[in-house]
């Protein structure tokens, strides 16, 4: 029911509402106050009767329509001007310029169709979002200067990267975060979907990347996915689908690290892949310099190239030449050790040579004085210092003259379930001079059963191991 011009209704509706909750009003014996006073509250029961206030139009003296934008569409909702004034400036800004009754507002289609949700928050306080309203209820936020929805909704947006949806939504989201200058969450967007690539490449999602998106990530060397191979293909999927320009397509086939590929893949790839035959003199230099980093040593390399760039660092890969799964169960119980083997180095020359890599895990820290050689896997159980801190080293089994010249960077990748799927929770590097990550499981409590770094009670990692060879490569001059 639509008053004409007059603020007073809705004045004596909220004091009679604010009148009604103390009628009857029932003690809670809980809270208890200095001197023996005792807190009524009736919050919730305000909530509803707010709730029934808008749902019924009592006292109404705004109507506002809903216009959504290139349609005939409109939405009537019967509202409160005091209520809208109290949360909100911009909307008290444009309460106090209408010249009637009704207040035209025009929506794009989808922050029209969450309209009367974010009217609802307006006057009750809470809402329920589903992953594809996140977006339009944000730019409502935005533009009504709700500020407390708006900064909801970003931490919403940042916890919810993992859930499950058929087509897809952190790469929307990132796009809809750089479109805004939200960098929070842009980088949260950014980090999920690089840490998480190899399953985003099989996703639908992976066909709605944007160009800008694509260069971005291809420049990553955080990347966590099975090979250098996988996201060739991936990208030659994506470029066929997408048909971005040349000059993109050209940029993100330069971005491809040629020589993490072995010789055969790249001879299958030079022969077989139509995008490669395509583009062919864009990378044929790059794919010249991963054959040469493939037919002699890092040694002999370093005295005619500079391999001290991207195209000879490794990313986060899992396939077992590059590291191996752990899985911790119990992980507070006591000490564990765990070895795996592998390859030297991805260069031809060093990929059939094994290295052997011994892991100790400790709940606590352990000190320098019982760090002892732990040559079989099983539980070590040495004298540990209270309180304090996970910790994990790596280190070579034995030595090599191999090893000269060539620094180890490791990665360990914690997986944990969120919104019941497994993702990549966090990645720690540490390098050959300081054999353990510092910060590891800093801030986790591996105590509680239903902590957010175990999953069923079991801590699960994968160790990365790459040989790094900027630290021994010389230019020549």
């Not at 969450?114 to 928050?121: C, G, L, S, W």
């Not at 019982?370 to 004298?383: C, F, I, K, N």
């Not at 080293?393 to 914690?414: N, R």
């Not at 591996?446 to 902590?451: D, V």
Request: net charge neutral; proline share 5%; with cysteine.
């Amino acid at each position: 029911m639509v008053n004409s011009g007059r603020s007073v209704p809705a004045v004596v509706c909220l004091a009679n509402l604010c009148v009604a909750l103390c009628v009857g009003a029932a003690l809670k014996p809980d809270v208890v106050l200095e001197n023996s006073a005792t807190t009524l509250n009736h919050s919730m029961v305000l909530v509803q009767r707010m709730e029934a206030l808008l749902t019924q139009g009592n006292g109404s003296d705004v109507s506002l329509r809903v216009q959504t934008l290139n349609t005939d569409e409109v939405k009537v909702i019967q509202v409160h001007s005091l209520v809208l004034t109290l949360q909100s400036d911009m909307f008290e800004e444009l309460l106090q310029t209408r010249n009637s009754t009704a207040m035209v507002l025009r929506e794009t289609p989808d922050c029209a169709a969450v309209f009367d949700k974010f009217i609802r928050y307006l006057y009750c306080g809470d809402i329920t979002v589903r992953l594809n309203q996140a977006i339009p209820l944000h730019k409502l936020a935005s533009k009504y200067h709700v500020w407390d929805l708006q900064q909801g909704l970003t931490q919403y947006m940042t916890q919810h990267l993992s859930s499950d949806s058929p087509t897809g939504h952190v790469v929307a989201w990132y796009q809809y975060a750089t479109q805004i200058g939200d960098v929070s969450l842009q980088n949260s967007c950014l980090q999920y979907l690089s840490w998480n690539l190899s399953s985003v490449l099989q996703s639908a999602e992976w066909s709605s990347v944007s160009p800008e998106l694509m260069l971005s990530l291809l420049q990553r060397s955080d990347l966590v996915l099975q090979s250098e191979l996988e996201l060739y293909e991936a990208l030659e999927a994506w470029i066929n689908q997408n048909q971005p320009s040349g000059e993109t397509a050209e940029n993100a086939l330069k971005a491809i690290r040629y020589a993490m590929i072995s010789p055969r893949h790249l001879f299958h790839l030079q022969k077989k892949s139509s995008l490669m035959l395509k583009y062919y003199e864009s990378v044929r230099d790059l794919l010249f310099l991963a054959f040469q980093f493939h037919s002699a040593s890092p040694v002999q390399l370093a005295k005619y190239l500079d391999v001290n760039c991207s195209l000879f660092t490794p990313r986060n890969y899992l396939s077992p030449a590059w590291g191996s799964p752990w899985v911790i169960n119990n992980p507070t119980r006591d000490d564990r050790s765990f070895s795996f083997q592998t390859q030297l180095g991805p260069s031809g020359c060093d990929a059939s040579k094994r290295v052997t890599w011994n892991a100790l895990f400790s709940p606590r820290w352990l000190p320098l004085s019982v760090r002892s050689a732990y040559p079989e896997q099983g539980s070590l159980q040495p004298t540990r210092t209270d309180g304090g801190r996970p910790r994990i080293i790596v280190t070579p089994a034995t030595s090599s003259p191999d090893f000269a010249g060539v620094s180890f960077q490791k990665t360990i990748i914690v997986s944990a379930r969120k919104q019941g799927k497994v993702v990549v929770r966090h990645v720690y590097n540490f390098h050959q001079s300081t054999e353990e990550a510092g910060d590891f499981l800093l801030e986790a409590d591996l105590q509680r059963r239903a902590s957010e770094y175990l999953i069923d009670s079991s801590l699960y990692l994968h160790i990365i191991v790459k040989p790094l060879y900027h630290s021994l490569i010389v230019a020549k001059k």
